[in-house]
């Protein structure tokens, strides 16, 4: 009978724990527009923000846009599954449902602009420093991410990109096709193209960068993180790349990804200098 207590006894006090630390993040799912707009796209006509708000905020948010090829959204592996990651460093992450292209190319930075705006619209009450919010992506959310840093107004500026095996061109010879088509249509006119091969567009104001990516990436050619990289340090931009020698594509955060430690740590350290700044 004894141990019968106690065992419950140790069974409230874990359960009490466990929804100690569920309560400690905040978490809220809003609508990207307050009133919806006229959507001219036919996936994903709701766009919206998850936000995950730490129970100690650093100051420090993060916007992620999931991948996906423009044509669907890893929202879990490249989106949610992040939260508990950034909070337990005092980090707010905002994951962007965006809406997609559907070869109308201007849609989606557009809510990636719409996210930056709300979140500083909401910076004092989520405890956020409107001059630390930065954007993440992965595969062609990483080109998204990489669009805003290279194409930002006074107003959507990030203070830095985080980049997982990220799409940045969409000229012909390294692109991932499906993504290419699929934010510029089956033709695009050459103009576009240069608009949104963003290793073009890098100044000595584009936001420092950590980038990390796979070696036999075969998905995105690791040519686009590499040829981003040359022009960030070109530019005299601080950053930082990662090329792990296997893993492919697409892992995200997944535990299945063997350097997922090194990698993790190291963008750990790496935000916790930007903290400081």
């Given at each position: 009978?004894?141990?019968?207590?106690?065992?419950?006894?140790?069974?409230?006090?874990?359960?009490?724990?466990?929804?100690?630390?569920?309560?400690?993040?905040?978490?809220?799912?809003?609508?990207?527009?307050?009133?919806?707009k006229n959507i001219i796209t036919g996936?994903?006509?709701?766009?919206?923000?998850?936000?995950?708000?730490?129970?100690?905020?650093?100051?420090?948010?993060?916007?992620?846009?999931?991948?996906?090829?423009?044509?669907?959204?890893?929202?879990?592996?490249?989106g949610n599954s992040f939260a508990q990651?950034?909070?337990?460093?005092?980090?707010?992450?905002?994951?962007?449902?965006?809406?997609?292209?559907?070869?109308?190319?201007?849609?989606?930075?557009?809510?990636?602009?719409?996210?930056?705006?709300?979140?500083?619209?909401?910076?004092?009450?989520?405890?956020?420093?409107?001059?630390?919010?930065?954007?993440?992506?992965?595969?062609?959310?990483?080109?998204?991410?990489?669009?805003?840093?290279?194409?930002?107004?006074?107003?959507?500026?990030?203070?830095?990109?985080?980049?997982?095996?990220?799409?940045?061109?969409?000229?012909?010879?390294?692109?991932?096709?499906?993504?290419?088509?699929?934010?510029?249509?089956?033709?695009?006119?050459?103009?576009?193209?240069?608009?949104?091969?963003?290793?073009?567009?890098?100044?000595?104001?584009?936001?420092?960068?950590?980038?990390?990516?796979?070696?036999?990436?075969?998905?995105?050619?690791?040519?686009?993180?590499?040829?981003?990289?040359?022009?960030?340090?070109?530019?005299?931009?601080?950053?930082?790349?990662?090329?792990?020698?296997?893993?492919?594509?697409?892992?995200?955060?997944?535990?299945?990804?063997?350097?997922?430690?090194?990698?993790?740590?190291?963008?750990?350290?790496?935000?916790?200098?930007?903290?400081?700044?």
């Open positions: 009978m004894k141990r019968n207590r106690n065992s419950i006894i140790i069974l409230i006090l874990f359960t009490s724990i466990f929804f100690q630390n569920v309560e400690a993040q905040r978490y809220l799912e809003l609508a990207l527009y307050s009133q919806n996936k994903n006509d709701e766009p919206k923000i998850n936000v995950f708000l730490p129970k100690t905020s650093n100051g420090v948010a993060v916007i992620a846009c999931p991948g996906g090829g423009y044509s669907g959204l890893q929202i879990a592996n490249e990651y950034f909070n337990e460093q005092g980090i707010a992450l905002i994951v962007l449902k965006y809406r997609l292209p559907n070869g109308i190319h201007d849609i989606p930075l557009a809510d990636a602009e719409q996210a930056m705006r709300m979140i500083k619209e909401n910076a004092t009450e989520w405890h956020i420093n409107k001059e630390k919010i930065g954007i993440m992506g992965a595969s062609a959310g990483g080109h998204l991410a990489s669009t805003l840093a290279t194409h930002f107004t006074v107003d959507t500026r990030p203070c830095f990109q985080i980049l997982l095996y990220p799409v940045i061109t969409m000229k012909s010879d390294f692109t991932n096709t499906g993504s290419r088509k699929a934010l510029l249509g089956e033709k695009p006119v050459e103009e576009l193209v240069e608009y949104y091969s963003n290793e073009l567009h890098v100044t000595p104001t584009t936001p420092q960068a950590f980038i990390v990516l796979s070696d036999n990436d075969k998905v995105v050619f690791p040519q686009n993180s590499i040829s981003y990289y040359q022009a960030l340090q070109k530019n005299g931009v601080n950053t930082e790349l990662h090329i792990y020698p296997t893993g492919g594509h697409g892992w995200g955060i997944s535990n299945n990804f063997k350097y997922k430690t090194q990698w993790t740590d190291a963008l750990r350290c790496w935000l916790n200098a930007i903290q400081k700044q």
